[in-house]
């Protein structure tokens, strides 16, 4: 059996009540945490690569054609959050020149929402040091010197939907769920396939869980959860074309056999315990930290298995399948990666990819720890303050290890409202643009070349932009 840890464990009603307020208190703390981490978006508001794109994509084409159509594979839910972000800066007096602002809210809040899910998805565990430990991995990630890239931004959340998508079905796998759950579970898991092709891949092996159960309880037929699943993983599979399957996204490289072992390893595993020193590290240490890890999780799995819990034994065996299987579609699809993590350890970039697998690690890692039985108690209590510790210390470290960063935001051309005057005003008089219903404007990030453009329709300019809304705005 599994004794509840007294540490910030209370039980009964008064459980639930505290319980109630610490979810809402989790979402705010969470929110406020990851606003402070990237604040680039209200002190310099610029439109960020796909950002910017798939917004002016939305205002031309539409929100369906954009989603299915902006990738090779859908994005469905990112344009959902770049929509949502759309429709709240119509809204604001300044409308689209509020743009970056109200992405830099959605964002922001939909990790937060993430972390909250984080804090509440274990119903078998009421330990408050374990539900903090687990939503801290989701906003004190450690993102090296670009961070800016990933908060207070959209394009870059779709790493986090795996993660929403587990958290979600864990209740469905271990059979002890509301209607509540499982319609949020199969909606998400729709999205979350429509989104980032690695959650079909959660999808399914949810329901290989599902199906080896009733298997081994000797069920008759198939269940209205496996049925519902199945139609996803239909309609997910659908909506993929084949390049979806073996597209590298941004590491599109050639691939160098010395970067191995830190890319698979120290960058896509062990990065969220090694972080504050990872300039310092070689392939010998982390292939030594990695085999220590490794057999550490499999003797606390054994102890784990040893107490014949049903529920506790399938989230285990859940949340490691997810990371797993999110590991391995990192290390094949992103092999390019290696020609930048190339075995010197002189940078982590790019943080983006892998903040979604470093988050899963640790998730593993939390939840095996959480379900050791009573005797191991001051580690089950230690474990997840540790883990606090690090992540507070990385992330207050997190721009030390490399001494010559990189942005790609420069701020030489203004703001993404500045450029929307100078864009306006190029033709001599302000809105003197007859010729086209729509405005190219040069967006973030910035170098020679710049391929990054969003088509603003005139339309959105007209409706609130005056003469006083550019002059001071006006790039110096």
């Not at 299915?68 to 990112?78: I, Q, Y």
């Not at 999205?191 to 980032?196: L, P, R, V």
């Given at each position: 059996?599994?004794?509840?840890?007294?540490?910030?464990?209370?039980?009964?009603?008064?459980?639930?009540?505290v319980?109630?307020?610490?979810?809402?208190?989790?979402?705010?703390?969470?929110?406020?945490?990851?606003?402070?981490?990237?604040?680039?978006?209200?002190?310099?508001?610029?439109?960020?690569?796909?950002?910017?794109?798939?917004?002016?994509?939305?205002?031309?084409?539409?929100?369906?054609?954009?989603?299915?159509?902006?990738?090779?594979?859908?994005?469905?839910?990112?344009?959902?959050?770049?929509?949502?972000?759309?429709?709240?800066a119509?809204?604001?007096?300044?409308?689209?020149?509020n743009?970056?602002?109200?992405?830099?809210?959605?964002?922001?809040?939909?990790?937060?929402?993430?972390?909250?899910?984080?804090?509440?998805?274990?119903?078998?565990?009421?330990?408050?040091?374990?539900?903090?430990?687990?939503?801290?991995?989701?906003?004190?990630?450690?993102?090296?010197?670009?961070?800016?890239?990933?908060?207070?931004?959209?394009?870059?959340?779709?790493?986090?939907?795996?993660?929403?998508?587990?958290?979600?079905?864990?209740?469905?796998?271990?059979?002890?769920?509301?209607?509540?759950?499982?319609?949020?579970?199969?909606?998400?898991?729709?999205?979350?396939?429509?989104?980032?092709?690695?959650?079909?891949g959660?999808?399914?092996?949810?329901?290989?869980?599902?199906?080896?159960?009733?298997?081994?309880?000797?069920?008759?037929?198939?269940?209205?959860?496996?049925?519902?699943?199945?139609?996803?993983?239909?309609?997910?599979?659908?909506?993929?074309?084949?390049?979806?399957?073996?597209?590298?996204g941004?590491?599109?490289?050639?691939?160098?056999?010395?970067?191995?072992?830190?890319?698979?390893?120290?960058?896509?595993?062990?990065?969220?315990?090694?972080?504050?020193?990872?300039?310092?590290?070689?392939?010998?240490?982390?292939?030594?930290?990695?085999?220590?890890?490794?057999i550490?999780?499999?003797?606390?799995?054994?102890?784990?298995?040893?107490?014949?819990?049903?529920?506790?034994?399938?989230?285990?065996?859940?949340?490691?399948?997810?990371?797993?299987?999110?590991?391995?579609?990192?290390?094949?699809m992103?092999?390019?990666?290696?020609?930048?993590?190339?075995?010197?350890y002189?940078?982590?970039f790019?943080?983006?990819?892998?903040?979604?697998?470093?988050?899963?690690?640790?998730?593993?890692?939390?939840?095996?720890?959480q379900?050791?039985?009573?005797?191991?108690k001051?580690?089950?209590?230690?474990?997840?303050?540790?883990?606090?510790?690090?992540?507070?210390?990385?992330?207050?470290?997190e721009?030390?290890?490399?001494p010559?960063?990189?942005?790609?935001?420069?701020?030489?051309?203004?703001?993404?409202?500045?450029?929307?005057?100078?864009?306006?005003?190029?033709?001599?008089?302000?809105?003197?643009?007859?010729?086209?219903?729509?405005?190219?404007?040069?967006?973030?990030?910035?170098?020679?070349?710049?391929?990054?453009?969003?088509?603003?329709?005139?339309?959105?300019?007209?409706?609130?932009?005056?003469k006083d809304?550019?002059?001071?705005?006006?790039?110096?």
């Amino acid at each position: 059996m599994y004794s509840k840890p007294s540490v910030l464990s209370f039980s009964g009603a008064t459980y639930s009540s505290v319980f109630r307020f610490a979810t809402f208190g989790c979402f705010l703390i969470s929110f406020l945490v990851v606003c402070l981490r990237s604040w680039d978006a209200v002190t310099f508001p610029v439109m960020y690569a796909e950002d910017g794109v798939w917004s002016g994509k939305i205002l031309t084409d539409g929100f369906w054609h954009t989603a299915f159509k902006a990738r090779e594979f859908p994005v469905l839910g990112l344009v959902g959050l770049l929509q949502l972000a759309i429709g709240l800066a119509k809204i604001s007096p300044q409308g689209i020149f509020n743009l970056p602002i109200t992405i830099f809210i959605v964002g922001n809040t939909f990790v937060a929402i993430v972390a909250t899910v984080a804090f509440r998805s274990i119903p078998e565990s009421r330990s408050f040091i374990f539900r903090i430990a687990l939503a801290a991995a989701v906003v004190l990630m450690p993102l090296g010197f670009h961070v800016n890239e990933t908060l207070g931004r959209i394009l870059n959340l779709g790493f986090l939907f795996p993660i929403l998508q587990m958290l979600l079905l864990i209740p469905i796998v271990t059979g002890r769920y509301t209607r509540v759950q499982l319609a949020s579970a199969l909606f998400v898991s729709a999205i979350a396939g429509w989104t980032f092709p690695v959650c079909i891949g959660l999808t399914l092996w949810a329901l290989i869980i599902l199906s080896i159960d009733r298997v081994r309880t000797q069920a008759i037929g198939f269940s209205h959860v496996q049925i519902a699943l199945s139609a996803i993983l239909l309609l997910n599979a659908l909506g993929l074309q084949l390049i979806s399957l073996t597209s590298k996204g941004g590491a599109n490289l050639p691939f160098t056999q010395s970067g191995l072992i830190e890319f698979a390893l120290a960058r896509t595993l062990l990065f969220p315990f090694i972080a504050p020193w990872y300039s310092n590290l070689s392939d010998i240490f982390v292939i030594f930290f990695f085999l220590l890890i490794v057999i550490s999780i499999y003797l606390l799995v054994r102890i784990c298995s040893r107490e014949q819990n049903k529920n506790t034994n399938i989230v285990i065996i859940f949340a490691w399948g997810c990371c797993g299987i999110y590991a391995l579609a990192t290390i094949i699809m992103r092999i390019g990666f290696t020609h930048m993590l190339n075995g010197h350890y002189s940078t982590s970039f790019p943080d983006r990819y892998f903040y979604g697998i470093n988050i899963l690690v640790v998730f593993g890692i939390l939840i095996t720890v959480q379900f050791l039985p009573i005797t191991y108690k001051p580690m089950r209590i230690a474990v997840p303050i540790s883990w606090l510790i690090l992540a507070i210390f990385s992330v207050t470290k997190e721009n030390d290890p490399f001494p010559q960063p990189f942005t790609f935001v420069s701020k030489d051309n203004g703001t993404f409202a500045q450029q929307l005057c100078k864009q306006i005003s190029s033709g001599g008089a302000l809105f003197d643009i007859k010729e086209t219903d729509s405005i190219f404007i040069p967006i973030q990030p910035w170098f020679d070349g710049n391929p990054w453009r969003m088509i603003v329709p005139r339309y959105e300019l007209d409706r609130v932009a005056t003469k006083d809304t550019c002059q001071y705005k006006s790039i110096p």
